[in-house]
């Protein structure tokens, strides 16, 4: 679990400091919009990546929620680097981690 609450931060860290890594996920969400395979009530919109401050209470939970917000996006970008502009499909989650952490917010969310 430690490992992929690590993974989820070194990612808010990089797309928080990388425009072409914000660039490269509005992309992946612009294609999905684009897919007619994919109901447009299952697309998903861009959202800023919290990264998490020792100070700040439950900043875990609020990253974890917007990175799940791009699960599928995220995915594909993982899955399918191509010139990976910003550096972030090796930082991206695994569906391991994605899985892990659908069970951990609602636990995280109710001592918000």
């Known amino acids: 679990m430690r490992d992929a609450f690590r ?9 928080n400091k990388s425009s072409l890594a914000h660039q490269r996920i509005q992309k992946e969400i612009s294609a999905q919009r684009d897919d007619s395979t994919i109901a447009e009530e299952e697309q998903e919109t861009f959202a800023k ?3 998490p401050v020792s100070t700040r209470w439950n900043s875990s939970a ?3 929620n ?6 599928r996006a995220l ?4 899955d399918n680097p191509g010139k990976d502009e ?3 499909a090796g930082v991206v989650p695994s569906d391991e981690d994605f ?7 609602p636990v995280l969310e ?3």
């Open 62 to 64: 609020m990253k974890i």
């Open 99 to 105: 899985d892990l952490f659908d069970e951990t917010i």
């Open 7 to 15: 993974l989820c931060t070194a990612f808010a860290t990089k797309c």
């Open 110 to 112: 109710k001592i918000r």
């Open 49 to 51: 990546i919290i990264t």
């Open 75 to 78: 995915g594909n970008i993982r």
């Open 86 to 88: 910003g550096k972030i």
């Open 66 to 71: 917007s990175v799940l917000k791009m699960r």
